[in-house]
């Protein structure tokens, strides 16, 4: 099966159902089938063929996701890129993905990009009706399963943009467990708030679609807004929510599920980052009728564990990211790559078949190892149960003491009214942030840490805010981070 | 507390207040097409708006209309005294 092959089931059951809700108007499974046809078209019309690739510089809309069933069918990889980055960053990543047309709804793009072609996104013309029964599977030997699908970007340790690409067969293998696990179905309307240039979003589309589900977009500017997110799940009666602990922690933080709101979620999903046990607690209170889940995994492998949590996290314990997902074999391995003893600290090496084909870098394509190396580290309990301990990156050395940046902002972590904690160094001491509570103390946290730390993982110096800074994708933003604490100290 | 000069005056020097990049933000300067407010700001905001007049925001509340400049945030200030 291919990717643009989720909507044949739902464009038989649901042809006239809602399959899109963006800005108030609605698009049935027949409209979105008929539009990715137009774009596919489109596409094949400015000379793209199977095998070539397509930049989309959009903001969310239905067109966009046309555009990527469209892109999918006629073999055509696309390659959504972050609408906020800048002129320079997608000169970049579209030079080295080797890309020369881009679809788009920003203005005056075409002046910004020299020798990229820029299309606007949306089709002038509404497509031929006829069109959508020509919607059946071109056979191809060149789009099979493990064809290309579709390029993600993470960002280098350089600042250059890494692609990554991934087979139709990666997502779908994704998608499948994910629907499956989530039990989704016709009924379900999933909210959609994270951006395409981000793998959760690929939950949302092809989840959303492939179940006949509703798929509503939020507004770009929702997660600054948690009144913009808390109106769509209400006017919508969202059931399902997939997005990062910060949007969730966002929400609470407004009290936006204050007299009943939010009731209609059944499922809520995050990922992306760890999640402090406090608020998570707080949040499963705030709505009990829902199913928590804890995805896990970086953009190369997207979900390859995962935890269906049965109560509130003991916040004296650690949290569990679960088990193997999507059919991923997982191992945990030390430094010489062999096997740690149960109950050791190892790094994550995931095999399965969402473990991506490999990086597009400047200097071409690199293949996947298999297994693939996550950098994530990882502890294995009595029950099977994976518990995460932070990033290969987040080994560091504190004169001369090696210390894991994860078991620091754990520990923080597990004190009462912090729900977000970071940890660094800059120049010769460890640095942390915490946010949480308005009267944090950082003295107590302090104390704390000198009594569950070994003395080389003390902070130097611990900062308290309201809220840590974010990128767009909702991940942390170190750079900022690391400019507050040069500033502060 | 409710003259509307002082509250504001009070809203934008806490608003110039929030980052370095924010100096030169006037009474109208539209904060979100500035890119003035992100996710982090706009709850300091909101904390700094719920102690400094000793309002109620809902949730519901916390949307562009009522956050697009000084000017409409002394106006949501404004309306919740009266």
């Not at chain 2, 020097?13 to 980052?19: G, I, K, M, P, Q």
């Not at chain 2, 003035?36 to 905001?45: F, G």
Request: proline share 6%.
């Amino acid at each position: 099966m291919l990717l643009h092959e989720v909507i044949s089931g739902p464009l038989v059951d649901r042809r006239n159902k809602p399959a899109v809700i963006s800005e108030g108007v609605s698009i049935s499974y027949a409209e979105l089938s008929q539009r990715a046809c137009a774009q596919m078209t489109r596409l094949q019309d400015i000379g793209l063929t199977t095998g070539d690739r397509i930049g989309v510089i959009a903001r969310k809309s239905p067109d966009v996701i046309a555009a990527f069933l469209g892109a999918a069918r006629a073999g055509i990889t696309y390659a959504p890129l972050d609408t906020e980055a800048s002129p320079p960053y997608w000169a970049m990543a579209l030079e080295d993905f080797k890309i020369s047309h881009v679809l788009s709804d920003i203005p005056g793009l075409a002046d910004k990009l020299d020798s990229i072609c820029v299309h606007d996104v949306t089709l002038e013309t509404e497509p031929d009706a006829r069109a959508i029964e020509q919607y059946v599977p071109i056979p191809s030997a060149n789009r099979m399963p493990h064809g290309d699908a579709y390029i993600l970007t993470t960002s280098g340790s350089t600042g250059r943009p890494k692609g990554v690409l991934l087979s139709h067969r990666n997502a779908l293998a994704f998608v499948d467990w994910a629907a499956h696990e989530t039990a989704l179905g016709p009924n379900d309307t999933l909210l959609s708030v994270a951006p395409f240039h981000f793998d959760l979003s690929v939950f949302d589309i092809y989840g959303g679609l492939s179940r006949g589900a509703r798929i509503v977009l939020a507004p770009s500017t929702a997660t600054t807004f948690p009144g913009q997110l808390i109106e769509a799940i209400e006017l919508h009666r969202v059931t399902v929510l997939y997005t990062v602990p910060t949007v969730l922690r966002i929400l609470l933080e407004a009290d936006a599920f204050a007299h009943g709101a939010g009731q209609s979620l059944r499922s809520i999903i995050y990922a992306g980052e760890p999640f402090a046990p406090q608020p998570l607690a707080q949040l499963m209170r705030a709505l009990p009728n829902a199913t928590f889940f804890n995805f896990f995994g970086p953009t190369e492998t997207n979900v390859c564990l995962a935890h269906r949590f049965t109560g509130p996290p003991d916040p004296a314990q650690e949290i569990p990211i679960g088990g193997p997902a999507c059919g991923a074999t997982i191992k945990l391995v030390n430094d010489a790559g062999e096997e740690v003893a149960k109950g050791d600290i190892g790094q994550i090496l995931v095999d399965g078949p969402t473990v991506m084909k490999g990086y597009l870098k400047a200097d071409g394509f690199v293949r996947a190892q298999r297994p693939y190396p996550t950098g994530d580290f990882a502890r294995q309990g009595a029950d099977g149960t994976y518990y995460f301990r932070g990033r290969r990156d987040q080994q560091v050395k504190v004169r001369g003491a090696r210390v894991e940046l994860g078991s620091v902002e754990n520990a923080l972590l597990h004190v009462d009214g912090v729900k977000e904690a970071a940890a660094f160094v800059v120049g010769n001491d460890l640095v942390a942030f915490v946010a949480g509570d308005l009267a944090l103390d950082t003295q107590m946290l302090g104390n704390i840490c000198t009594k569950s730390l070994p003395p080389g993982a003390v902070p130097r110096k611990i900062v308290a805010l309201s809220l840590l800074p974010r990128l767009s994708n909702g991940k942390l933003d170190l750079a900022q981070l690391k400019t507050m604490a040069t500033e502060r100290s | 507390m409710s003259d509307e000069k002082q509250v504001k005056m009070k809203i934008l020097e806490f608003v110039r207040s929030l980052n370095s990049a924010n100096q030169s933000v006037e009474v109208d300067t539209d904060l979100i097409a500035t890119g003035s407010l992100d996710s982090l700001s706009v709850m300091e905001l909101v904390a700094f708006l719920t102690d400094e007049f000793k309002i109620e925001i809902a949730a519901a509340d916390i949307i562009p209309i009522n956050l697009r400049s000084v000017a409409t945030l002394t106006a949501f200030v404004q309306a919740r005294f009266s």
